[in-house]
């Protein structure tokens, strides 16, 4: 008895585990293409790097630019 009840709960823990598991493949997202002037030279990259990341509180960032770099 003790035998029985180990196998199912054996069973039911492990079939759990494996239906949890996901088989979709992962959402990518495109990033959209560099603004040649801001990654022609290192200077330029950082330039843009602090003109996204720089500003007033609650000014709204450019993620998009920043993500392109």
């Known amino acids: 008895m003790k035998t029985l009840t180990l ?5 039911l823990v492990f079939s759990s585990t494996t ?3 996901s088989t979709t493949p992962p959402s990518t ?6 603004n040649p002037a801001d990654v022609a030279s290192i200077d330029s990259i950082m330039k843009a790097v602090y003109d996204v990341i720089s500003g007033d509180a ?4 450019d ?3 920043f993500r392109s770099l």
């Not at 196998?7 to 069973?11: D, H, N, Q, V």
């Not at 609650?58 to 960032?61: E, M, V």
């Open 58 to 61: 609650g000014q709204k960032r």
């Open 19 to 21: 239906m949890a598991q």
């Open 7 to 11: 196998g199912s709960l054996f069973l």
């Open 63 to 65: 993620w998009d630019r």
């Open 29 to 34: 997202t495109q990033v959209k293409e560099a």
